[in-house]
């Protein structure tokens, strides 16, 4: 069992604060991603658990027991290195049995521990090798196995897959994914890809400028964003926003874009008149057969980008630029004029003051 309890952590440097009080709990077994653009803070956060980074202020605590002042090498945390970090003069078996060959191991356990471990990870065939023999695939396997075999309490991962190519990157995450559920160990995970984030992780936490922005089931912060920065840092393509002014017309609540009235599917809490933002993601917009004096967006089309599986139709609502994804080949072209709608269940009312969900 490994719980991780991380209670107003803070870290400064001089007189800047970089980590600002940030709460977390991590249950046993549970893989928790930390995602967010560079520099918010999640590297130094992963360093800051696994001793790599002093504490300013605040408690980590594992299983209960206060770590602040314990060594790294004392945590019982294992780390998986963006580099991979191999020696490059030992062997694949050498690498990974090298820290327990520094915990005075016995010769014959660390073997066996090895051996069992790269039958597990599908490297028994290069333990005599060299990492310069191997793939960038094999080596962020070895550098996963090296970590295993001291059968850690809690993995931290620091974008691992970061160097791997797009096609390794899929499937190194599925490989990581099925070997955390196998070991059920708890598991944090630094990354500033959000498809990774959003397909392994039983949670993610979203940062910003050393804050948690939102944490919760990867799904769950899809459907509702706590506010704008989450808005648009989670869906690919970003979602569409829209400055608007909220109306009331008696128990119903609308969104009042330029010339447009765009109802909502819930009561808002909020005066007729207050200033909003409407969120809606491209891939809940839908083309409409005719223009209709209600609920839908006039859109212009600039430009058309094919990826395969879908068209990201990109043009402007009453100037403002705005994203349509359509399943398959786009039927639209440049300069085109249509009318687009979204079902009001798919649409986002934020504060444009607070930028904070209504």
């Given at each position: 069992m490994a719980t991780v309890e991380i209670a107003e952590l803070r870290k400064s440097y001089g007189h800047e604060e970089v980590i600002h009080g940030v709460d977390l709990s991590i249950g046993d077994g549970e893989f928790v991603s930390l995602i967010g653009a560079s520099g918010c803070g999640k590297s130094t956060l992963l360093r800051m658990v696994a001793g790599l980074e002093s504490i300013t202020s605040g408690?980590?605590?594992?299983?209960?027991?206060?770590?602040?002042?314990?060594?790294?090498?004392?945590?019982?945390?294992?780390?998986?290195?963006?580099?991979?970090?191999?020696?490059?003069?030992?062997?694949?078996?050498?690498?990974?049995?090298?820290?327990?060959?520094?915990?005075?191991?016995?010769?014959?356990?660390?073997?066996?521990?090895?051996?069992?471990?790269?039958?597990?990870?599908?490297?028994?065939?290069?333990?005599?090798?060299?990492?310069?023999?191997?793939?960038?695939?094999?080596?962020?396997?070895?550098?996963?196995?090296?970590?295993?075999?001291?059968?850690?309490?809690?993995?931290?991962?620091?974008?691992?897959?970061?160097n791997l190519d797009a096609k390794l990157r899929v499937q190194m995450r599925i490989e990581i994914k099925s070997l955390q559920k196998r070991l059920g160990t708890t598991s944090i995970y630094v990354t500033h890809d959000q498809m990774e984030a959003m397909t392994m992780s039983d949670r993610i936490v979203i940062l910003n400028g050393g804050r948690v922005e939102q944490a919760g089931a990867p799904l769950?912060?899809?459907?509702?964003?706590?506010?704008?920065?989450?808005?648009?840092?989670?869906?690919?393509?970003?979602?569409?926003?829209?400055?608007?002014?909220?109306?009331?017309?008696?128990?119903?609540?609308?969104?009042?874009?330029?010339?447009?009235?765009?109802?909502?599917?819930?009561?808002?809490?909020?005066?007729?008149?207050?200033?909003?933002?409407?969120?809606?993601?491209?891939?809940?917009l839908s083309l409409q057969p005719a223009p209709a004096p209600e609920d839908q967006f006039q859109f212009q089309v600039d430009l058309i980008e094919p990826t395969g599986a879908e068209s990201h139709v990109y043009g402007r609502c009453g100037g403002v630029p705005m994203i349509l994804a359509l399943a398959g080949r786009s039927p639209l072209g440049p300069g085109d004029t249509v009318q687009l709608a979204a079902r009001p269940e798919l649409l986002h009312v934020f504060d444009k003051t607070t930028g904070n969900r209504l």
């Open positions: 408690t980590i605590s594992l299983n209960g027991r206060v770590i602040n002042d314990v060594a790294p090498k004392n945590r019982d945390i294992a780390m998986v290195f963006q580099n991979y970090a191999l020696y490059p003069h030992l062997t694949v078996a050498e690498n990974m049995g090298f820290s327990l060959k520094l915990r005075n191991v016995p010769a014959a356990q660390i073997r066996s521990e090895v051996e069992a471990t790269a039958e597990f990870l599908g490297l028994k065939p290069y333990l005599d090798r060299y990492p310069k023999a191997l793939s960038g695939g094999q080596r962020q396997r070895v550098a996963m196995g090296r970590a295993i075999v001291r059968k850690p309490q809690v993995f931290l991962f620091d974008e691992p897959l970061s769950d912060v899809y459907d509702r964003p706590a506010n704008l920065f989450v808005a648009t840092f989670i869906g690919s393509p970003a979602m569409n926003l829209l400055d608007g002014v909220l109306v009331r017309d008696g128990d119903k609540a609308f969104a009042q874009i330029d010339g447009t009235r765009i109802a909502l599917d819930r009561s808002i809490d909020a005066a007729s008149g207050t200033a909003i933002v409407l969120g809606v993601r491209p891939e809940h």
